[in-house]
């Protein structure tokens, strides 16, 4: 192969004969979506389904301005810049082969801690008729026990006293929003596209809360004209690597300085209320349902929550990836009878999906040994994910007196995790997640109160109270610190 070929508008032609390239016109004219969190998972998922729209269709008059609130995506923000916002999706298929597509459906990116004012005036711009959302299950400033506005957050203080100086989504949404009203523009759909059950339901009431707090008015012109549809969305997205990037520019000559790598499966269900219209999204394969209610549940308690298990349990006997988790056949057959025996029974009947292929397919799409999908993505953030994948499944079985025993390991694993900090080969495990040094500081005291990690309510509520959990945790948690062998722990369990 020649040398690779710098990713940008001026080389696409060029690039054409390497991999595929948009074939519409790209312009920052009417782009109608923002998205704010431009992270991997946005570009292979929304932003590619926007793109194969406009390839199907050149007239689709939409695409996206990217936004990010964070001072840590200076990088992507100025790799993209250069790059004219185009970048490459490598998607890897289980057989070794990478089919890799250069996306054009986002077209402008703004950074809201160099310019504050631009990224008010954009979303607040007559074109925008649709914020979308990857900001995590964290970034909705939530009590995962109550699920009410946490307003000790210091930055959501700070809005409220400077609405016209906002930090989070929830001052830039409302100083939007506010500039739309007093200009008599209509409002636009503000669309979660996160991992949160109800995720719609949860961004309107977290706004709502907020800007209730700020002028109730606009709180009430707010709950009548923007619209928050619910939505499952899919599809594994690893971290990229530097290995990634290596084979792009060697294996197929582009050099691209942050592509993106997923799965080739993808899926997407949303409820079809949109304040002021939407891509035809559903010529590529987009589902819009009703009720999106089944479907979130489905993919939270069983992909996401099997991820976690695979992840916490994983990260302690030292394997790397999932994909490594599900060739170690007492990992695959822990994470079957957890979803057959504690995930399944919570959901119920699910009309017209088939749950057993459904889980099935969870475990092939695991497997791709071409994903590598590191157990440290998963395992980030877990005080963010696991309140609503995993200890939620745990409050509803002892509601319904349903098994525990798997999730609680699970819950023990963690709490042993967060203390020791390395894995049973000795080697360290970087913990990142936003409450680390809470998580360390209740787990170490594991050995005087077995309970210790369970009484923080923000994650458990008051699960240390119910006998049945508190029981089965603390035999587990004991015999974990005394045995320190996670494989022995599973096999007893089984
Ligand atoms: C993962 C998700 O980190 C995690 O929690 O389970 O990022 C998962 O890969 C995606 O939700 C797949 O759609």
């Known amino acids: 192969m020649e040398s690779a070929i710098l990713l940008n508008q001026g080389n696409l032609e060029e690039i054409r004969n390497r991999v595929p390239v948009p074939n ?10 923002v998205h704010i969190g431009v992270g991997g998972f946005h ?28 001072e840590a995506d200076k990088k992507i923000f100025d790799i993209l810049k250069k790059q004219d916002h185009l970048y490459t999706l490598m998607i890897k ?30 979303i607040a ?9 990857t900001i995590t299950e964290g970034g909705y400033n939530f009590n995962p026990t109550t699920g009410e506005f946490n307003f000790d957050n210091s930055d959501i203080q700070y809005e409220l006293a400077h609405p016209n100086n906002p930090k989070t989504i929830y001052g830039f949404l409302t100083a939007a929003l506010k500039r739309r009203r007093d200009a008599d523009l209509p409002a636009f759909t503000i669309l979660s596209c996160d991992n949160i059950e109800h995720n719609g339901d949860m961004a309107r009431k977290m706004l709502l809360s907020f800007a209730e707090e700020q002028d109730r008015d606009l709180a009430n012109w707010i709950a009548n004209e923007v619209t928050f ?10 971290v990229t690597t530097s290995d990634d990037i290596e084979k792009l520019a060697r294996n197929f000559g582009v050099k691209d300085n942050w592509p993106v790598t997923c799965e080739p499966f993808i899926q997407w269900v949303v409820e079809d209320k949109f304040a002021n219209g939407r891509p035809d999204l559903e010529k590529v394969g987009v589902q819009f349902v009703p009720d999106v209610g089944p479907y979130e549940k489905m993919k939270l308690r069983l992909l996401n929550a099997g991820h976690s298990v695979l992840g916490i349990l994983g990260a302690i006997h030292g394997h790397q990836t999932i994909n490594a988790c599900i060739e170690d056949e007492l990992f695959k057959s822990y994470l079957r009878t957890f979803l057959d025996q504690e995930a399944t029974p919570i959901l119920g009947p699910l009309k017209g999906i088939d749950l057993e292929a459904y889980k099935n397919s969870l475990l092939e799409r695991f497997a791709n040994p071409n994903i590598k999908d590191s ?8 005080a963010a994910k696991l309140p609503k994948f995993l ?10 007196g349903g098994s525990i025993k798997l999730a609680t390991l699970v819950i023990a694993a963690w709490c042993y995790y967060s203390d020791k900090q390395i894995n049973q080969n000795g ?15 209740a787990a170490k005291e594991t050995k005087g109160d077995p309970l210790a990690f369970i009484k923080q309510e923000l994650l458990f509520g008051g699960l240390s109270e119910n006998k049945r959990f508190a029981n089965t945790y603390s035999t587990l948690v004991q015999k974990l610190y005394k045995v320190n062998n996670i494989q022995k722990m599973m096999k007893e369990i089984l």
């Open 125 to 133: 711009h007559a074109d925008t008729r649709i914020v979308s959302l």
């Open 229 to 238: 549809p619910n939505s499952m969305v899919d599809r594994i997205t690893p």
């Open 375 to 382: 157990v440290s993505r998963i395992c980030s953030e877990s």
């Open 24 to 33: 519409y016109e790209r312009s920052t004219n009417n782009m109608g979506i």
């Open 93 to 122: 298929h289980p057989d070794g082969h990478i089919e890799p597509e250069v996306i054009g459906s986002i077209v402008d990116f703004e950074m809201a801690t160099t310019d504050s004012e631009c990224v008010i005036a954009r």
């Open 391 to 400: 200890i939620a499944t745990i409050h509803e079985n002892l509601a319904d």
């Open 43 to 70: 570009r292979a998922h929304l932003a590619y389904y926007l793109h194969q729209l406009k390839n199907s269709d050149v007239t689709t008059p939409w695409s996206i301005c990217g936004i990010s609130l964070r």
């Open 427 to 441: 080697q360290p495990i970087e913990i990142i997640d936003a409450m680390h040094i809470a998580l360390h500081d």
